[in-house]
């Protein structure tokens, strides 16, 4: 009972507070809101100072315990009791100290600041947890009222001790007191002041509102007339404003729905009249009458367009009137009077609408005899017949921008409905035409046609003899059964659904069809046909005309085939070819994409003709034939243009000039390597141990790209035939592009990729190792950095051979090849004592990665050479895991448990999600060079790399940076707390031996490792 009485006691206060007046909601609710903030932000406060005050005491205990252990360390060493005891004298009077003393490591109560403690021994569990724990400093207890914190004696690097500090939290819990008064004091005061200065604005903000509401009043008995005449731009003006907007568009509304009303009664009344009329003529007179009559326009009239281009006035609403009397309009827009709304409605076929007559630039030849009328607005339907525009009809009005939406579509509507009424007059025409072909018909029925007449129902009634000849049914066995007995089933129900509608519709239809005769043949006939109708229009009969076309359809594939395809290879010829190509340029032009048009010719034809015979020269051109299909795509196309001449074109390609080159040159590759391969020619000498022939043949090819309609076809033809001249001037059995300077840039890759193949036989690859170290400066491992000197180019730079190597997959070879050297040097290093610890880093790429036997590869490397996994650090880019992140996880766990580090290089230059990264088996992240070199004037990189160095620590992955080439750079990579660095400042990549040699100078130079490293840069 008490908790149902509280209840509707609460929603009793709701009430009074937010039921009443806007003052008084807006005072109660910007009071509420700043009561509920100042608690808010008073509680905050307050938490921040709890924070503050007891992080503070955590971190003046921790100072204590190892100032104590610092200064105790001596003592203990040399088991000094009375210096302890001095040394804890000086924290007797610490405020809020609980108890402070001195371990052994055995247990034993060194010193104490409770005498009573000295000599005993500890049995307590925590103790005895803290005698085994490492000796790092660490906080045994924290808590609302008191703080416990152990740190390790050390006399250098030996550990002899324990100091211990316990601290009451009585200081901090009496602050904490003090500041909840305050806060307390502070939200009453300001509690007070917010509610009594929102009564005093929600009084000001409500004045206006009240003037409204009299308005509101106002417009709420009927009057519309009224408005707000409130001002400024607060909410409230904003408000009256839109208020004001209101009342406008009320008005607007009451006189557009009024002309809406007038325009479709005129709508209403000109149907009666499109049903009842028969005559043309006077349809459309009457039509213009009427809504002239209804919506009070100026001028209404109907123009049909005549052969010469110009409109003809034949209905009008004032047929004396001066502007019609005058006017002249063309549907020619390189005209003045075609520019108008009836020339380019009928032009386009659209309604066209001028708002502002008077000031359109268009108008100009009729806004003299407009201004002289008070015409302000005109708007052009267009009439349709037949499907297409043979008129309109335009209206003008006096009011300017009287056209809105709704009237147009009325309009539209009406112009529709008259559309209709026009084709009605066609089709009665077309009806009595067809009755009396239908009577001519007749007199032909005895034709050489198959000829059949059914009911309304599709029965039939009558077949001519040329029906039973062609069918193989005689007059009894079909009159009386459908028509539907023929029918073959080859169509799909959606032929037949058109075909009746169009029979419906046009009340005629003839095109090609399946039929079957009596004897189940199926045989293709041309059919005609016709519905008969009765003076009501409704049919009565069809009419149907047939023959057997089966010979013409032979006919037809056979002059296609000699039309459109070569009759040796059964490949598309020249007429085809140039047919695909104007539809490639349009493509090609659509989608902003290369092809290309490639012309081939094969290399001393002519000689094998000579030598071997035609036949077998027939036969090489039929092989080279399917030898070029098997080498494109399904939508590129492969013709002959006689002789040994063939042309292949390639579309799709790439939108960049270049890449498409690439592609084209590409496949023109595999061309030319799969024609170059031997040939089985039938021997034309009776020999069973010989049957066939071996023939080698090649072929010179000529490319050219096109792009759109830039160039014609018989332009691009001639370019590739040009393009292939060159190649047979170039020795035969090359490739040739038409741009001189794409064939430069194709040649270089091209011998570039064929030196990047021989490079690993011909030992022109190497590694070099640049060094890694840690914050000392002492070498903790080096990464395996890939090298070309290729014997003619000399140094190949990585950037430029890699990506090659990406792109053409050499990738795999070159990666398990560095992978493999990088073991045998690491079982290299471990023979001597300055590299045997290091940690060699090698780079794996995606493709290598993607492979499925990958771990086994790595597996069977670590085995082969015998190298020691826990030295081997594999280095791989955020691309590589956004490939195939399940796969790629799954393969770094499996390699991972052979032993192998992981290490992220370029980290922060991709996009790496978190939950990934947290997935993977990685031992290090690598900070991207591009961040070192500017972090000493980029505050934004310097963030970056701060934030990767704090997410390293978060997720236990230590975190080396690359690129450190400055004293400056290391140093705030030291502050920010980066422990291992890789750069020009430490070392350069260099080949093994000199590696080795740098690690022995620094051996004999410690500490200062890096400064010997750089005098081998």
């Known amino acids: ?33 700043a009561l509920v903030m100042m608690i808010g932000l008073a509680g905050l406060l307050f938490e921040l100072q709890r924070n503050f005050l007891y992080s503070a005491a955590m971190q003046q205990s921790k100072s204590l315990t190892t100032s104590l252990a610092n200064s105790s360390s001596s003592w203990v060493l040399a088991n000094d009791i009375a210096g302890l005891k001095e040394v804890l004298q000086g924290f007797v009077d610490l405020p809020d100290l609980e108890r402070a003393y001195i371990l052994s490591l055995s247990g034993e109560v060194l010193s104490s600041s409770r005498p009573d403690e000295a000599g005993l021994f500890v049995t307590d569990a925590q103790n005895q947890k803290l005698l085994s724990a490492p000796p790092q400093t660490q906080v045994l207890l924290a808590n609302t009222r008191q703080i416990d914190v152990a740190a390790p004696v050390m006399a250098g690097l030996r550990h002899v001790g324990w100091a211990r500090i316990e601290m009451t939290m009585n200081g901090v819990n009496a602050n904490l007191r003090s500041v909840v008064t305050m806060g307390v004091n502070f939200i009453v005061f300001a509690a007070l002041t917010v509610l009594t200065a929102a009564i005093l604005l929600a009084r000001r903000l409500t004045r206006r509102l009240h003037h409204l509401m009299r308005v509101a009043a106002e417009v709420e008995k009927g009057s519309l007339n009224v408005r707000a005449h409130i001002s400024g731009n607060d909410e409230v003006g904003i408000l009256a404003h839109g208020f004001n907007q209101m009342l406008d568009a009320l008005c607007n509304s009451e006189r557009q729905r009024e002309r809406i009303n007038h325009l479709y009664a005129a709508w209403t009344q000109s149907a009666d009249i499109i049903v009842r009329e028969s005559d043309e003529v006077k349809l459309l007179n009457e039509v213009c009458r009427i809504i002239a009559d209804h919506v009070a326009f100026k001028l209404v009239w109907v123009g049909m367009l005549e052969p010469d281009g110009w409109v003809r006035t034949v209905a009008a609403s004032h047929p004396d009137s001066p502007l019609l009397l005058n006017i002249k ?43 002289a009328e008070n015409i302000n607005a005109s708007a052009a339907f267009p009439l349709m017949r037949g499907g297409h525009c043979i008129g309109a009809i335009a209206v003008y009005s006096a009011e300017q921008d009287y056209f809105t939406p709704d009237l147009i579509d009325l309009m539209r509507g009406l112009t529709e409905d008259l559309s209709y009424a026009l084709d009605n007059f066609d089709r009665e025409k077309l009806r009595l035409k067809a009755e009396h072909e239908l009577r001519i018909a007749a007199a032909a029925f005895e034709s050489q046609e198959g000829i059949l007449v059914t009911d309304a129902d599709n029965n039939i009634l009558r077949v001519n003899k040329s029906f039973t000849q062609l069918t193989g049914y005689s007059a009894d066995e079909v009159i009386g059964k459908s028509a539907g007995i023929l029918k073959s089933g080859r169509q799909a129900p959606e032929f037949y659904a058109a075909m009746w509608e169009s029979i419906n519709r046009d009340k005629y239809w003839q095109g090609e069809i399946w039929n079957k005769r009596k004897n189940g043949n199926i045989y293709p006939e041309w059919l005609c046909i016709t519905a008969i109708t009765n003076p009501e229009g409704a049919v009565t009969n069809y009419v149907g005309t047939f023959t ?58 002519k000689t094998l003709n000579d030598t071997l015979g035609h036949d ?61 391969e031997f040939y089985l020619l039938k021997s034309n000498i009776d020999n069973k141990l010989q049957p066939f022939v071996e023939h080698y043949s090649t072929g010179s090819i000529g490319f050219v790209l096109f792009l759109g309609h830039e160039t014609s076809s018989e332009e691009l033809l001639k370019r590739a035939d040009l393009a292939m001249y060159q190649a047979k001037q170039a020795g035969r059995n090359v490739i040739r592009a038409f741009i001189p300077e794409m064939q430069e840039a194709l040649n270089l890759r091209a011998s570039l990729e064929t030196d ?46 890699i990506p090659l190597a990406e792109e053409t997959g050499l990738i795999l070879s070159i990666g398990y090849w560095i992978l493999k050297q990088g073991c045998e040097t690491l079982v290299d290093w471990a023979k001597h004592p300055e590299t045997r610890e290091l940690k060699l880093a090698v780079n794996i790429s995606s493709r290598q990665l993607s492979q499925a036997d990958f771990v086994e590869r790595v597996c069977a ?21 956004l490939d195939n992140v399940d796969d790629t996880i799954a393969k770094m766990h499996a390699v991972r448990d052979l032993g192998v580090n992981f290490s992220m290089d370029d980290f922060g230059t991709g996009y790496s999600s978190l939950s990934y990264l947290q997935k993977l088996p990685l031992e290090q992240l690598k900070i991207d060079q591009s961040f070192v070199r500017n972090m000493a004037f980029n505050n934004h990189d310097s963030a970056i790399i701060r934030t990767i160095l704090a997410l390293g620590k978060n997720l236990d992955i230590n975190v080396i940076a690359e690129g450190v080439e400055t004293t400056i750079q290391r140093e705030l990579l030291t502050r920010y707390g980066c422990q291992k660095f890789q750069g020009y400042l430490f070392g350069r990549p260099v080949p093994a031996d000199a590696f080795k040699q740098s690690l022995l100078v620094g051996q004999a130079k410690k500490p200062s490792m890096h400064n010997a490293l750089d005098g081998v840069q």
Request: aromatic residues 6%; hydrophobic residues 40%.
């Open 1 to 33: 009972m008490d908790i149902k009485t509280t209840a509707r006691d609460r929603g009793k206060m709701q009430r009074i507070l937010f039921s009443g007046s806007i003052r008084h909601q807006l005072a109660w609710s910007f009071g509420g809101v």
């Open 861 to 881: 490397m670590l085995a082969e050479t015998g190298a020691n996994p826990a030295l081997l650090k594999l280095e791989i880019t955020e691309s590589v895991i």
């Open 329 to 371: 309009v063309s549907v020619d827009e390189t005209l003045p009077e075609g520019r108008g709304p009836m020339g380019t409605a009928i032009r386009e076929g659209v309604p066209k609408i001028f708002n502002n007559f008077l000031n359109e630039p268009s108008t100009k030849p009729w806004q003299p005899m407009a201004a």
């Open 616 to 676: 077998r020269g027939d036969q090489l051109l039929i092989e080279v034939g399917r030898r070029l299909q098997s080498c494109v795509r399904e939508v590129d196309t492969v013709a002959r243009l006689g002789g040994d001449e063939f042309v292949v074109m390639l579309e799709c390609l790439d939108e960049q000039e270049i890449e498409a080159a690439v592609q084209a040159h590409t496949v023109a590759e595999k061309i030319r390597s799969n024609l170059a």
């Open 548 to 605: 057997d076309i089966s010979q013409r359809k032979a006919d037809e594939e056979r002059i296609k085939d000699l039309a459109y395809y070569d009759s040796l290879t059964k490949l598309p010829n020249r007429t085809l070819l140039f047919d695909r190509l104007n539809l490639a340029l349009n493509a090609s032009n659509r989608n902003k994409t290369h092809g290309a048009l490639m012309f081939l010719d094969l290399d001393n034809f």
């Open 756 to 801: 990047l193949r021989n490079a690993l036989d011909r030992g022109e690859l190497s590694l070099h190792y640049q060094v890694q170290v840690d914050a000392s400066g002492r070498p903790v491992g080096a990464e395996a950095l890939i090298r070309w000197n290729q014997a003619e180019r000399g140094m190949i730079s990585p950037a430029e051979f």
